[in-house]
């Protein structure tokens, strides 16, 4: 198995909450030193905002589909 990709926008959106779930875990531990807390810290915001921007494509299908069920253009 292949580790993930470096850049967090070409993960999916369960490798991006996983690996953010790591990193918290790991900032939550303490006894990192501060550079490397600094860096997980940088690659956990990373993480968090490809989680949402899946959310919120997600979202935006779900939300045309209704509109088409509801006999409305979607917007």
């Avoid at 926008?9 to 030193?33: F, I, N, T, W």
């Avoid at 810290?41 to 045309?64: F, I, P, Y």
């Amino acid at each position: 198995m292949s580790s993930p990709p470096s850049d967090p926008r070409q993960l999916s959106y369960e490798q991006a909450r996983q690996e953010l779930v790591e990193v918290v875990q790991r900032l939550e531990s303490g006894g990192v030193p501060l550079e490397e807390s600094l860096a997980l810290w940088e690659r956990g915001e990373a993480l968090a905002a490809t989680a949402q921007r899946w959310l919120d494509g997600a979202k935006a299908k779900v939300e045309a589909a209704r509109a088409v069920d509801a006999g409305r253009p979607p917007a």
